[in-house]
């Protein structure tokens, strides 16, 4: 008995406490929340300290879990409009996730955060510059006006309350690559988007990554009291944004 509750504490300790080599921890003690589900914890403890390295191939052959895109944007300002319209946020996916919460500036509605059959509308439903998008100006208008895309499908602010998750999962299991645009426009300390390949390296102060969705992936904001705002971004790409892509890819890989 008294082995069987030693083997029961190692794997406790084991489940709450990590070295986070892959996630820019290294060589120190580190605690997960006791609130997070054990999916959560099983799937830290077997991705966390993994690097990804890319093998030289060209774009059109790569299916790599991320991409920095070499473009700026006024980050700072636009996290000062997510914050600013909060109250308007809407739960997103409770059946996967704590602390999830959206809001669509470009698609079918404010709420409408997720695919139009969630919410009850067919797919070829019109997507329209929301009324969220009308208190966003500079937001809006970087997206309208300098972001290189042909045409939005649903363009989100996306936040993930302090001591929030979203459960490990594929958006696309058939679908590889199937690539999303993730843009962090703050990424506070012990918050981890940690994929099956490794952590995404989002920067605190802003930064722009082409994500690839297929691989299983989960978000960890393991912050004592800071929330993370990010955006995800779906569309129609142009040949602009499809040479930003090429350019960015060369830039990692040569």
């Given at each position: 008995?008294?082995?069987?509750?030693?083997?029961?504490?190692?794997?406790?300790?084991?489940?709450?406490?990590?070295?986070?080599?892959?996630?820019?921890?290294?060589?120190?003690?580190?605690?997960l929340g006791n609130h997070f589900p054990q999916s959560i914890k099983d799937f830290f403890w077997e991705h966390r300290d993994k690097t990804h390295t890319e093998e030289k191939t060209s774009w059109k052959e790569s299916k790599q879990p991320w991409l920095k895109l070499l473009?700026?944007?006024p980050f700072e300002e636009m996290l000062a409009e997510a914050k600013a319209i909060e109250q308007h946020f809407v739960k997103h996916r409770t059946n996967q996730s704590q602390g999830w919460l959206s809001i669509c500036l470009h698609g079918i509605a404010n709420e409408a955060t997720s695919i139009?059959?969630?919410?009850?509308?067919?797919?070829?439903?019109?997507?329209?510059?929301t009324e969220a998008?009308?208190?966003?100006?500079?937001?809006?208008?970087?997206?309208?006006?300098?972001?290189p895309m042909?045409?939005?499908?649903?363009?989100?602010?996306m936040l993930v309350k302090s001591g929030?998750?979203?459960?490990?999962?594929?958006?696309?299991?058939g679908t590889n690559p199937n690539y999303a645009i993730n843009i962090s426009l703050n990424n506070p300390d012990e918050c981890f988007l940690l994929t099956e390949k490794g952590n995404v390296p989002f920067?605190?102060?802003?930064?722009?990554?082409?994500?690839?969705?297929?691989?299983?992936?989960?978000v960890i904001n393991n912050s004592k009291n800071s929330d993370r705002y990010?955006?995800?971004?779906?569309?129609?790409?142009?040949?602009?944004?499809?040479?930003?892509?090429?350019?960015s890819h060369e830039a990692q890989n040569n």
């Amino acid at each position: 008995q008294l082995e069987k509750h030693r083997r029961l504490e190692r794997q406790t300790q084991r489940n709450n406490t990590s070295t986070l080599q892959g996630c820019g921890h290294t060589d120190m003690s580190y605690h997960l929340g006791n609130h997070f589900p054990q999916s959560i914890k099983d799937f830290f403890w077997e991705h966390r300290d993994k690097t990804h390295t890319e093998e030289k191939t060209s774009w059109k052959e790569s299916k790599q879990p991320w991409l920095k895109l070499l473009i700026e944007a006024p980050f700072e300002e636009m996290l000062a409009e997510a914050k600013a319209i909060e109250q308007h946020f809407v739960k997103h996916r409770t059946n996967q996730s704590q602390g999830w919460l959206s809001i669509c500036l470009h698609g079918i509605a404010n709420e409408a955060t997720s695919i139009p059959e969630d919410h009850g509308y067919d797919n070829d439903t019109a997507r329209v510059w929301t009324e969220a998008s009308k208190l966003c100006p500079v937001t809006t208008n970087y997206f309208k006006n300098v972001f290189p895309m042909e045409k939005y499908d649903r363009l989100r602010f996306m936040l993930v309350k302090s001591g929030g998750y979203i459960q490990p999962h594929s958006d696309t299991p058939g679908t590889n690559p199937n690539y999303a645009i993730n843009i962090s426009l703050n990424n506070p300390d012990e918050c981890f988007l940690l994929t099956e390949k490794g952590n995404v390296p989002f920067e605190q102060k802003g930064s722009v990554f082409l994500f690839n969705n297929h691989y299983k992936h989960c978000v960890i904001n393991n912050s004592k009291n800071s929330d993370r705002y990010h955006m995800i971004v779906h569309g129609k790409w142009n040949d602009e944004f499809e040479e930003l892509v090429h350019k960015s890819h060369e830039a990692q890989n040569n």
